[in-house]
């Protein structure tokens, strides 16, 4: 096509082009990127994407990894906003894998009977916090632990919560005491 030409040729000689109605002005790369901020040949696309439920800064840290070299990636903590600026198709792959992380969490709490709960809250904590997936609070007052976290990982607290939260092991001793005396018979 005629449109295809042009590209060809614009593209050949460095050239950018504005339309302004039915008109294609023709200028430089330099001149284009002083009127519009931007290089001509610049394909990235900008996505805001609003967070309901995972904090900005772990889904900036699996992002980071997606993006290609011309993408950025912007992230507000206050407002749980992510600005994603990349191509179309990496933009699609970060869509996807903020869908796959931003996840409603689940907050319960596990009244512990034979265990205390500065023990449990240390053995949770481990798995937890070293994925940063989740959080452990110990109320030592009520012998209780708060669990916060996907629902997934709440459900695995709940199962390492029911392995710790066993009755000891007791042995029961029945002795007789016997008074010996001895004599010399």
Do not use: C, W
Not at 31 to 47: Q, W
Not at 63 to 90: F, P, Q
């Amino acid at each position: 096509t005629i449109k295809d030409g042009l590209e060809i040729i614009l593209q050949a000689n460095n050239l950018a082009y504005e339309r302004r109605g039915n008109i294609l002005y023709v200028m430089t790369e330099p001149e284009y990127r002083l009127l519009h901020g931007e290089s001509f040949k610049d394909t990235r696309l900008v996505r805001t994407i609003n967070l309901k439920y995972t904090k900005p800064e772990a889904i900036f840290k699996a992002l980071e990894i997606v993006k290609s070299d011309i993408g950025k990636i912007i992230v507000d903590e206050e407002s749980g906003t992510v600005i994603l600026v990349d191509t179309a198709e990496r933009i699609r792959e970060m869509e996807k894998i903020v869908d796959s992380l931003d996840q409603p969490t689940l907050t319960k709490t596990f009244a512990l009977q034979y265990t205390k709960a500065k023990e449990v809250q240390a053995v949770l904590n481990s798995r937890l916090d070293a994925k940063k997936t989740g959080t452990v609070v110990a109320d030592e007052r009520n012998n209780q632990v708060i669990v916060t976290a996907f629902p997934s990982r709440v459900k695995e607290a709940e199962e390492i919560i029911k392995g710790l939260d066993r009755k000891t092991k007791q042995v029961l001793l029945e002795v007789r005491v016997l008074k010996v005396i001895l004599k010399d018979n």
